[in-house]
């Protein structure tokens, strides 16, 4: 390329990009994403206008040192461009501004090392101008920073790549117009650079390319008003929920949390952000006085602070499409007044809040009373429900409660008048048979079992419980070591029925 024909594809390039600029500096609305195309266009300016000085120059050595003070422009519009990418799809919460200073440190060296080393050592591991005009004859080999500061540059647009691809999926049909322009120019930006690196070009199609790319921003900034509604909506709803949710990853590092975590955290002083979840957990039990893990799995922990005050903290699994587990929400709730109305229920009542059944307490006092009585033998009967977390997961806790309270009615329905039926734990529930053997219990379980099948094809859950039995023959018998045999015998059929 002789010097004219340089400078005036590059003075073309540096017009075009000026009138990009005015364009989106003219227009009414402003975007979020302004920032980002402001600096992703100065930076394509000044790559442009290194290139029409080094065509203008024809003394050597000013030549020699503006041969290569385009890259740090270079690098610096990919990182401008892969920042835009992350903000257009409402994920800037990930690049705090401590990573943007370290993705910016290769384009500043980078720029040290054009303005300090008049040969370029490591930009070039040779480096030879022959003649400056008519045209510019440069003979020159790349070095090691070169292909470093080029593998930087690669590693950017890859991500960006990746990142509006899997995001783009993402996006409803209706919001995806300004999404697929941006897609499209990300794969001419990163088909044209595989082509440069193969292929050596008369014309830097690489910043035609960028230029594409500037337009397509721009063009999807002017569609971009529903989209940005739709991304910050999910992200708005998310900050504002009832509850305190961090979301963890698969390792159990913390990823982000919503306004309500940050407040509860920051009035307990607790450090989270960049920690992992057990660091969290430990701060928290040197901050607590107790912490009691509940019976019921899907319910968490439980922990008591001095002025007796319950918070409550679980865990909900988020899977893909494979069923492998990706993240988690932590949530954690404020259950001090749940807790005391639950406590006073229990007391006062004896019953089971959700289900109206006898609870632990009022469970343990009958039985007490019935040992003084002449009702043996006594058939224990000890069950858990099939499948309440995946009922949870899926159907959500409003239909667990639901499944919970199906299971109580059709277990009292189908027991005699005198029995003893209680909910002993979250999904846990235990039957008493006065005057019973082993024979009457398995004649209860039976339509117990035959019952829930035929409420099947009104509930889209599984409708099942796995069932024990002990039976308690006389008075001096241990009525502990019975529960407990019943106990293990649910459990063993329990895991044979999921084989």
Known sequence: MTNITGIIFYMIMVFLIFMILLLNAL??????????????????????????????????????????????????????????????????????????????????????????????TL???????????????????????????SVYCYLLM?????????QHRKVKKEYKQPSFVLLWSVI????????????????????????????????????YEELSFFIESRKEAFQYIDNAVLIVDDENNVITSNRMLREWMEERKIDYMGKKLSDILQQLQGKYQYMEKLQDE???????????GVMNIRRREIFDSSGKEIASF????????????????????????????LNR???????????????????????DVNGLKKTNDTYGHEQGDVLLRLMAEVLKRNCPPNALVSRTGGDEFVIVLQNAGRKEGK???????????????????????????????????DWENHFQQADKEMYKNKKRSRA
């Open 27 to 120: 227009k009414r609305s402003r975007s979020k994403l302004d920032g980002h195309f402001i600096f992703v266009g100065i930076m394509l300016t000044l790559w442009a206008s290194t290139r029409v000085l080094f065509f203008v120059s024809i003394d050597f050595g000013v030549s020699k040192f503006l041969y290569d003070l385009d890259l740090p422009f270079v690098a610096l519009t990919a990182l401008g461009w892969f920042s835009y990418i992350m903000r257009f799809y409402g994920l800037d919460s990930y690049l705090s501004k401590t990573m943007i200073a370290a993705l910016a440190i290769i384009p500043v060296f980078t720029f040290v090392l054009v303005l300090t080393t008049s040969d370029h």
């Open 188 to 223: 001419i930006v990163m088909s044209v650079n595989v082509v440069v690196l193969r292929f050596s070009m008369p014309v830097d199609i690489t910043l035609v390319s960028c230029y594409i790319s500037l337009l397509a921003m721009y063009f999807s900034m002017k569609n």
């Open 298 to 308: 899907e319910s968490g922990v439980d922990y008591y602070d001095q002025n007796h």
């Open 361 to 383: 307490r009022q469970l343990t006092m009958e039985c007490n009373l019935l040992r003084e009585k002449t009702c043996y033998p006594v058939c224990i009967l000890v069950g």
């Open 330 to 357: 932590i949530i954690v709730t404020d259950e001090t007044e749940n807790r005391k109305l639950i406590e006073e229920l229990d007391k006062f009542s004896g019953m089971d809040a959700l289900t109206g059944l």
């Open 123 to 149: 930009i070039r591991s040779s480096f030879e101008l022959l003649e400056t005009y008519p045209r510019h004859l440069v003979v020159a080999n790349r070095g090691l920073w070169f292909w470093f500061h």
């Open 443 to 477: 004649e209860v379980i039976k339509e117990i079992a035959k019952n829930l099948k035929h409420l099947e094809n009104k509930y889209p859950y599984n409708l099942s419980i796995a069932m024990g039995i002990s039976v308690i023959e006389n008075e001096e018998e």
């Open 158 to 166: 890859l991500a960006g790549l990746i990142v509006t691809i899997v």
